[in-house]
């Protein structure tokens, strides 16, 4: 993708709140759906306020094809116009927000902090993949032993399984502790009881655009395109549910209950100048999965723990380049079968980690398996997450100007029992 003037790092905008350090400048531009007095509108976070793009379109200011498409409180329809829309709004919002440009008279802006995030697209199917090579290698050793830490399909293909839709949930949400089937150790039968190993996962999310023919197919660079834009991700998980479940097909129960997204989709657009290639592959790809482009993203992530009293924790800071495979490979071996591919489908990276003890991604890792606990300087220890602590998850992309991504947040509630 072409740099162009919407990414030039000299541009500032009128909404002062933008320029400097905000991770909303005017080179970001990312879309969300917010509540404004009984409405639901779609806007764009320019600095500390939101641009409101509902307001615009009924004014007639901006103009996406022949139907509108921000009036339904999500941002499917617009994602369902494809790139050529995308760039050609991102443009005219651009330079509508550029100090050259005067203000509008109209009320179009919002403050951040007096509204309510709502999920910004409805979530048509969500698949979670395992994508970080130092992630899957980490569990695997922890389970099966160094020698077999990667099982042989690994290094050919993007591992993942369809979770649920209906869990994916926006940040700020309160999760509540998830109850099934646990086999406590020494014991042959298992009992219902809530999670005691309850987990959080940092991930990039990629949130699909343009749909696919049945039966159609796409190369990475195609599907690439086909992306509109990403989110941090947060896949809560129950590793002691999990442990009983997922032999042999995988987790089920224990990943179902809660998917954390950032309110604010970051466009591709917005994200070209961060491209960094992909990490060398150990075996040749096949055709369909290889690309020489830079289809990675260079994405700083940090997750902190917020316990119910005391001080936060920084559990790890990791980056999204540490994929192996690159959200556009994800998408195009989901495509590969002739799986149609929707308006609305979330692709989760899995756990991205990084190689060192810093940049673990899960409390699965960082306490190997909940044998060393972590501690905070008030003398409290965790494990894994106890009820009332809260996970929160950043991103950030440092260049010639910096974009953020909002936080990733979610609290433990007590588990509700029957």
Request: net charge negative; charged share 15%; glycine share 10%.
């Amino acid at each position: 993708m072409n740099l162009d003037r919407t990414h030039d790092p000299a541009r500032r905008s009128w909404v002062s709140s933008a320029n400097g350090h905000s991770e909303f400048p005017l080179q970001n531009l990312p879309y969300g759906v917010f509540q404004r007095g009984s409405g639901v509108h779609v806007g764009v976070a320019i600095g500390d306020m939101i641009l409101d793009l509902t307001v615009l379109e009924n004014l007639g200011r901006i103009k996406v094809g022949d139907v509108p498409v921000f009036q339904a409180g999500e941002l499917n329809a617009f994602m369902a116009r494809g790139p050529a829309d995308w760039h050609r709004l991102r443009v005219v919002l651009s330079d509508l927000l550029d100090v050259a440009s005067a203000p509008p008279e109209e009320e179009i802006l919002f403050e951040q902090t007096a509204a309510r995030m709502n999920m910004p697209f409805y979530v048509r199917s969500f698949t979670d993949f395992y994508a970080s090579r130092a992630h899957a290698a980490n569990v695997g050793a922890m389970f099966r032993g160094a020698e077999n830490a990667l099982m042989p399909n690994w290094l050919h293909l993007p591992v993942g399984y369809n979770g649920r839709a209906s869990g994916v949930v926006v940040s700020g949400t309160a999760v509540r502790r998830p109850t099934g089937q646990v086999l406590q150790q020494g014991s042959t039968t298992p009992v219902y009881a809530p999670t005691m190993r309850l987990d959080m996962e940092v991930e990039l999310g990629a949130v699909v655009g343009t749909a696919t023919e049945g039966g159609g197919t796409l190369t990475p660079t195609q599907a690439d395109e086909a992306i509109f834009g990403y989110v941090l991700l947060n896949d809560w998980s129950a590793r002691d549910l999990q442990l009983w479940e997922y032999q042999p097909l995988g987790p089920f129960l224990s990943k179902a209950f809660a998917t954390t997204i950032s309110p604010w989709v970051v466009t591709r657009d917005a994200l070209a100048p961060f491209r960094t290639p992909i990490p060398p592959k150990e075996h040749a790809l096949l055709p369909y999965l290889a690309s020489d482009e830079p289809l990675g993203f260079d994405i700083a992530m940090e997750a902190s723990l917020v316990p119910g009293a005391g001080a936060p924790l920084s559990l790890c800071q990791t980056n999204a380049k540490h994929l192996y495979y690159a959200p556009g490979q994800m998408l195009a071996h989901l495509a590969s079968s002739g799986a149609p591919i929707c308006t609305g489908d979330l692709l989760g990276s899995g756990t991205i980690s990084g190689p060192d003890d810093s940049s673990l991604g899960s409390l699965l890792e960082i306490t190997e398996n909940g044998t060393q606990p972590l501690r905070f300087p008030d003398g409290q220890e965790r494990a894994f997450l106890e009820d009332g602590d809260q996970i929160s998850i950043t991103g950030r992309c440092t260049g010639p100007y910096s974009i953020g991504f909002g936080s990733c947040d979610g609290a433990i509630q007590a588990a509700h029992l029957p």
